[in-house]
């Protein structure tokens, strides 16, 4: 069954805080995260590594969650990436936690694709996450760190999934994000 795999090891240089803790709607922006992902996949790799033992306290009573420390965080997100798939035993998700209110029918979209490789779009504008299938994983693995996902995906055939869905789009870097998230959200 798919698996998933959560990045949560950055700075939140740009918050100056702890961004994935969060609070919105009574839960962590990476509560959320977890989630929103869980019920299309047994299993979720989070990778920590700045904050990892905020990050694991806030999580560790998740059930299938599997919490993965890098301690090369610093050499940016795609050794995330990396030290995620090296868990991962079949087709998987990428998500970046700042990115956690993904609607269930874009999962359901992304599962039901024909390509391989296959990245949700709202609007023509491409988003997150991202789902492949296990064949890449050996392939991304070869990649070096300094490497990135949509420089790899673009040497591959994919398939872009038109959603209905915004929140592919949303990326909490800042807090002004985050105070424009929670007054978009409190407007529905």
């Known amino acids: 069954m798919t698996q998933g795999i959560i990045l949560a090891a950055g700075f939140s240089s740009r918050a100056k805080i702890n961004k994935l803790l969060l609070q919105t709607n009574d839960k962590s922006l990476i509560s959320h995260a977890i989630e929103g992902m869980f019920p299309h996949v047994e299993k979720i790799f989070v990778v920590t590594g700045y904050y990892h033992d905020e990050i694991f306290n806030a999580i560790k009573h998740y059930k299938n969650v599997i919490i993965v420390k890098n301690d090369e965080f610093e050499r940016g997100m795609f050794s995330s990436i990396l ?22 029918e874009t999962y359901e979209k992304l599962l039901k694709g024909n390509k391989d490789i296959r990245v949700p779009a709202y609007l023509n504008r491409k988003g997150h996450p991202i789902f492949l299938k296990f064949r890449y994983k050996d392939l991304l693995l070869k990649e070096p760190v300094t490497s990135n996902l949509k420089d790899f995906r673009n040497r591959h055939d994919y398939e872009i999934i038109n959603t209905e869905d915004k929140n592919v789009l949303i990326d909490i870097d800042t807090m002004n994000d985050f105070q424009n998230l929670q007054i978009d959200r409190k407007e529905k």
């Not at 030290?83 to 269930?104: A, H, Q, T």
């Open 83 to 104: 030290v995620g798939i090296k868990n991962v035993s079949d087709d998987f998700f990428i998500l970046p936690g700042d990115c956690p209110f993904v609607n269930y």
